[in-house]
């Protein structure tokens, strides 16, 4: 089984930053791309930021120069410093994990998904 749990959220003012931080943990063989997605009021999830284990980065266009996204894989964990923040940046922000996760079996492939925390910015 395999948890994914955020955290960092909360309220700040136009210009401020974030940083939030996501675990993944349970028995992992190995996590391979770490991604973080948000979703607007009234609007679909969108991709922000992809991370792959070698370092390799990628940003959607509305975020870059102000987002950075970094993991630590010893820790299984990946981060999303949020720069320069703005009102359009308001948004549920999840965490995406796929990897191989152990079972009593053998081994098996996950994709999992964290429940999400709050980004507010006022202006």
């Known amino acids: 089984q395999v948890h994914v749990v955020e955290s960092g959220g909360g309220m700040v003012q136009a210009g401020g930053s974030l940083r939030l931080s996501c675990v993944v943990s349970?028995?992992?063989?190995?996590?391979?791309?770490m991604a973080w997605y948000r979703q607007a009021p009234g609007k679909q999830r969108e991709l922000v930021a992809t991370?792959?284990?070698?370092?390799?980065?990628n940003y959607t266009g509305s975020v870059k120069g102000r987002f950075t996204i970094s993991r630590d894989n010893a820790k299984s964990t990946v981060y999303l410093q949020m720069n320069s923040l703005k009102p359009d940046d308001t948004a549920v922000y999840y965490c995406?994990?796929?990897?191989?996760?152990?079972?009593?079996?053998?081994?098996?492939?996950?994709?999992?998904w964290g429940q999400g925390t709050q980004v507010t910015v006022s202006s």
């Open positions: 349970g028995t992992i063989f190995s996590v391979n791309a």
């Open positions: 991370i792959t284990p070698g370092g390799t980065t």
């Open positions: 995406n994990a796929d990897g191989v996760v152990l079972t009593p079996t053998g081994i098996s492939d996950f994709g999992s």
